[in-house]
């Protein structure tokens, strides 16, 4: 019995072994999807058939996001669920900065100290290291942001409320030259 055993888990492990990892991004993208890839930061996810990143225009892209200075380059939406396209994430782009300055931004959005960082998680997606940072909100609802540097910058994407769901595959596709 004690040999059975052994032999599944170690059948079990060669299986896991085998599972066909994503090599390149070509790999990565789902069927009928696409690929998109920001030269300027040198970021790449794979995009599923419905879901679109809106590259912003030139003119629109200095905004001011918890107080920082930032490049609001672009918003990933969800363009079939509902009648409009449903924003899933925006990313935004600012000049390299800590975990704790960004945290300190994020609480200091916020009135009568209602906005708190309640943890920040050390992850690697395809060798991207970064943080996600669980924040609550005026709404009372948390909320999520990841940060990661590319280039020269360090780049947040802040992830709307409630869709984790359909955000987190495509976060999973990331990569950065």
């Known amino acids: 019995m004690k040999k059975l055993l052994i032999a599944a888990a170690l059948l079990a492990l060669v299986g896991f072994g085998c599972a066909k990892v994503p090599t ?43 107080g920082l200075d ?44 209602a906005v708190k960082v309640k943890s920040t998680e050390d992850l690697t997606i395809n060798g991207v290291a970064m943080k996600r940072i669980t924040s609550t909100t005026e709404m009372g609802e948390d909320k999520v942001h990841y940060l990661f540097d590319a280039k020269d910058s360090t780049i947040i994407v802040s992830e709307f409320i409630g869709e984790n769901e359909e955000f987190e595959p495509i976060l999973g596709t990331i990569s950065v030259k």
């Not at 609001?72 to 925006?90: M, P």
């Open 70 to 113: 930032v490049d609001f380059f672009a918003s990933l939406r969800d363009t079939v669920r509902e009648e409009k396209a449903v924003n899933l994430a925006f990313f935004y782009a600012v000049s390299k900065m800590s975990t704790d300055e960004f945290a300190k931004a994020l609480e200091a959005s916020g009135t009568n100290g």
């Open 24 to 66: 390149a991004m070509s790999d990565a993208i789902p069927e009928g999807g696409k690929a998109y890839e920001n030269a300027q930061y040198g970021i790449s996810l794979a995009l599923p058939k419905d879901v679109e990143m809106r590259q912003r225009e030139d003119a629109v892209r200095t905004a001011k996001y918890l």
